[in-house]
């Protein structure tokens, strides 16, 4: 079942001011009905975590804000599970960063290897390898701060009767995150060690970088 939604205000602003007509936009109605939730209700920081700490005066130049999610047919299950995917976001947002940042510094990171295949492409597997292995050093020091949950039905649809959604918001110390940036540089130096060469000198503010990066998240 779908719902069209006429855009009237902005539209009128925009034939007033010369812009394009009224349009319509077809939004898809949801396949669930939420039949119980934590106390609250949804909040900004399920899709902005940074900039709702920063907007509820949390302590930004302090820590970073990840979110996190998940389900199950249990709600503990569906928290626990979101807690974890928290953690895998932050390893996997360092390592892509830092494999960019090494990427960019070293002259020869759009060229091929001896098999034909994209230096590009061979380093998003170092990548994938490289979050799991500072997904591990994430065992400690990261602490829920929110959490939120939703009991959805689906049966209407012909899905299951009681799944749990669960989304938590965690944060982490920017010094642990500068921690980890140097170990995915010292990682992929040592599985490939002429990357420290060609980056000499290249990624001495890298930790700035990594900053700025979630300033627009």
Do not use: H
């Not at 001896?114 to 591990?136: F, H, I, P, Y």
């Not at 010094?175 to 995915?184: F, G, N, P, R």
Request: aromatic fraction near 8%; include cysteine; charge should be neutral.
């Amino acid at each position: 079942m779908k719902k069209t939604l006429m855009m009237m205000a902005g539209g009128i602003l925009l034939n007033a001011c010369g812009g394009a007509p009224v349009r319509e936009v077809t939004i898809e109605a949801p396949r669930f009905k939420v039949t119980d939730a934590a106390p609250g209700g949804r909040e900004a920081w399920l899709d902005s975590p940074n900039f709702y700490a920063k907007k509820e005066g949390l302590d930004v130049e302090s820590y970073f804000f990840y979110t996190g999610d998940s389900q199950s047919a249990d709600k503990r299950m569906a928290c626990d599970k979101a807690s974890a995917d928290a953690l895998d976001d932050i390893a996997k947002q360092v390592s892509t960063f830092v494999d960019s940042a090494i990427a960019r510094a070293t002259t020869d990171s759009t060229g091929s290897d001896s098999n034909g295949s994209s230096v590009v492409s061979a380093s998003q597997t170092e990548s994938s390898k490289l979050s799991s292995q500072l997904s591990k050093t994430l065992v400690s020091g990261v602490e829920k701060s929110k959490q939120y949950w939703e009991q959805r039905d689906y049966s209407e649809t012909g899905g299951a009767k009681s799944v749990f959604y669960c989304w938590v918001l965690a944060k982490v110390s920017k010094k642990q995150v500068d921690d980890l940036i140097l170990k995915a540089q010292n990682f992929r130096f040592k599985n490939d060690p002429s990357l420290r060469a060609k980056s000499e000198g290249k990624l001495q503010d890298i930790e700035k970088q990594f900053d700025r990066y979630m300033e627009s998240r």
